[in-house]
T-cell receptor, first 112, second 111 residues
């Protein structure tokens, strides 16, 4: 059974600081996704990582993937309040299975 | 494009009633997914379709749940009879390749 673990599950940080969210998964996968969810809202796609060593950046967010370690990271640079949200990583189990298995999410609060 | 459309956005019903949730995927997308989100269990895949054919329904919690996709632009998720533990936000998502695009969700409350 595919398991996806995120840590931390809760993070409170100050504006201007850097931090990293970690996502580990238990079995081989061919794609890893990062989503953002604001309270009471839907999920917004941030990144899709397709191969080992993939790195993608959008603004203050950068995601990377190490398929050998089954680890992805979401790095936040010089955090701003608008980045406060819950961040989910998700993995499909590959081999033609297209549904996603999600981590529990990281609830991020960025304080002014 | 309007994105994935779900209706209703909110549904309050009583235990034992039938509930039908609706989804219109993004035009041209050939995969459609149904997920459920609760505080206790997080986001769970219920079922997904490819070209209107159900591919994996192993996440459907029990026989009270059923899903159909009669054509490329419409899918339903039905719960009959509904129970209080079915209260959750139900998301529909669609894709061609790459990321799945999520609809706004239906917040279901079963009293």
């Amino acid at each position: 059974e595919l398991k996806v673990e995120q840590n931390p599950l809760f993070l409170s940080m100050q504006e201007g600081k850097n931090y990293t969210i970690y996502c580990n998964y238990s079995t081989t996968s061919d794609r890893l996704y990062w989503y953002r969810q604001d309270p009471g809202k839907s999920l917004e796609s941030l990144f899709v990582l397709l191969s080992n060593g993939a790195v993608k950046q959008e603004g203050r967010l950068m995601a990377s993937l190490d398929t050998k370690a089954r680890l992805s990271t979401l790095h936040i640079t010089a955090a701003v309040h608008d980045l406060s949200a819950t961040y989910f990583c998700a993995v499909n189990s590959g081999g033609g299975a297209d549904g996603l298995t999600f981590g529990k999410g990281t609830h991020l609060i960025i304080q002014p | 494009d309007a994105g994935v459309i779900q209706s209703p956005r909110h549904e309050v019903t009583e235990m034992g009633q039938e509930v039908t949730l609706r989804c219109k995927p993004i035009s041209g997308h050939d995969y459609l997914f149904w997920y459920r989100q609760t505080m206790m269990r997080g986001l769970e895949l219920l079922i997904y379709f490819n070209n209107n054919v159900p591919i994996d329904d192993s996440g459907m919690p029990e026989d009270r749940f059923s899903a159909k996709m009669p054509n490329a632009s419409f899918s339903t998720l039905k719960i009959q009879p509904s129970e209080p533990r079915d209260s959750a936000v139900y998301f529909c998502a669609s894709r061609i390749t790459g990321e799945q695009f999520f609809g706004p969700g239906t917040r279901l409350t079963v009293l």
